[in-house]
């Protein structure tokens, strides 16, 4: 299987949208996910619902060129603009992005279990937010974001923005190890995983797990298994249609419940969802 970490990668979507992926550097392959640029140069269609769903992942992003809005809960309209750098924290609901014309976003996913050694608060004061870099690094964020600018070209940007968080990497707490093994296990059984069988397994009570993915990863452990289930059911091809209805509901209470968490998520019924078209949210969900 190719490593898209590893090797340079290029997909092309509608509308002459396209990702680059890039190599992470070997000292921060256990923190970071992906590395990425986003670029388009022209509008993404009227028809399409732009909704990006939850990820589990936070995201550092400097967008070089364009401007973005960006709905978060419904309520929460962040604006983010030409060469700023912007830190999307876990969300519990789908993300609304708006902008258009000539674009370019330079990207970085973090493993949900390591962010927290780049970042100077605990991850649950970014939930649910866009922060700035000003908030995160104060005039640092300023010169990083010259030295982006000047650079202008994605891999070097690629680079040099990798080479500005390992300078920021503080080493692991104690229990990294834990929040990682709770992490993955989430993952592996695609959020299955009732949280208190995850407790026992890390030796430690429902409470303190609690606190340390409140810490570390920014959301609760209950809430990070909701979305990794909706993260998995959206992975399924073809989405949302017979006969994998059937598997979608197996990993629910019932089809009720399937449908609530769904349009918690999404903003959509799985009925509805499978109607629209959502190819800008899409390519975003696969970035992060």
């Not at 604006?79 to 609901?93: C, F, N, P, V, Y």
């Not at 030295?147 to 990497?169: C, S």
Request: charged residues 20%; positive net charge.
């Amino acid at each position: 299987m190719v490593n898209l970490q590893a090797v340079f990668c290029r997909f092309w979507l509608p509308f002459t949208m396209k990702f680059q992926v890039f190599p992470i550097l070997p000292e921060l392959q256990y923190c970071l996910r992906k590395v990425w640029v986003f670029e388009s140069r022209h509008d993404v269609a009227l028809t399409d619902i732009k909704t990006v769903v939850p990820s589990g992942h936070l995201t550092l992003t400097f967008t070089c060129r364009g401007n973005y809005s960006t709905l978060v809960q419904g309520s929460e309209l962040y604006h983010t603009k030409e060469a700023t750098l912007s830190l999307i924290g876990l969300q519990s609901g789908p993300v609304l992005l708006d902008g258009g014309g000539d674009v370019l976003t330079l990207g970085v996913s973090f493993q949900p279990f390591s962010a927290y050694r780049f970042f100077p608060f605990p991850l649950q004061e970014t939930a649910n937010r866009l922060v700035t870099g000003e908030e995160l690094w104060g005039n640092e964020a300023n010169r990083l974001t010259d030295q982006l600018l000047t650079l202008n070209e994605p891999a070097l940007m690629a680079r040099r923005l990798q080479e500005f968080l390992l300078a920021k990497l503080i080493p692991a707490k104690s229990l990294e190890e834990m929040a990682r093994f709770s992490v993955e296990a989430l993952f592996r059984e695609r959020g299955g995983v009732p949280i208190h069988v995850l407790a026992q397994k890390t030796g430690y009570s429902q409470r303190h797990l609690h606190r340390i993915f409140h810490e570390m990863v920014g959301i609760s452990p209950k809430s990070f298994a909701r979305i990794v289930r909706i993260k998995h059911l959206l992975s399924v091809a073809p989405p949302l249609q017979k006969p994998h209805l059937q598997m979608f509901h197996e990993a629910f209470f019932d089809q009720a419940h399937c449908i609530k968490e769904f349009k918690a998520f999404t903003g959509y019924t799985p009925h509805q969802y499978a109607q629209k078209d959502n190819s800008f949210g899409t390519l975003f969900n696969q970035l992060k």
